[in-house]
């Protein structure tokens, strides 16, 4: 009775993060990518052809910014008063919240933090040089 059971074959699974990287990034076919991976080549087809960039993902990127500037646009000139009116104290202050720190954003405010620690990262760093290549006394 159990001379019919066949052992259970071992299924590889598509690795989608490296075959995506993969295939964009090196170039690499999807017979290559399934070598790589040990798995039929319809296998890294059928689990990575819906994550791969398409021509108008390509033209969107292309062009973020200024589609979405221009859907900051509709969406600002649709909202009115009564609008305002309407949302609740949390949607109201997290909207404003939301508003500065993208204002911050424009204004090249937000990273200054950032920038200082970087600077002082690179006076550290500076330093050290100075007195690794100074001689000794």
Known sequence: MTDNIKPARKVNRVNKPQAVKLRTENGLTYKEIATIQ?????????AIKHLLPTE??????NNRGDILARFQ??????????????????????TMGIAYDKERLERNL??????TIVHSIEQIRQLRAERDTKPED
């Not at 040990?38 to 059928?46: E, L, N, P």
């Not at 108008?56 to 990127?61: C, D, E, L, N």
């Not at 509709?74 to 997290?94: E, F, P, T, Y």
């Open 73 to 94: 646009e509709r969406i600002l000139s649709s909202v009115n008063d009564d609008d305002i009116k309407k949302a609740s104290l949390l949607q109201k202050a997290a």
């Open 56 to 61: 108008s993902t390509k033209v969107f990127i």
């Open 110 to 115: 937000s990273s200054f933090n950032v920038d």
């Open 38 to 46: 040990g798995v039929d080549q319809a296998a890294i087809h059928r």
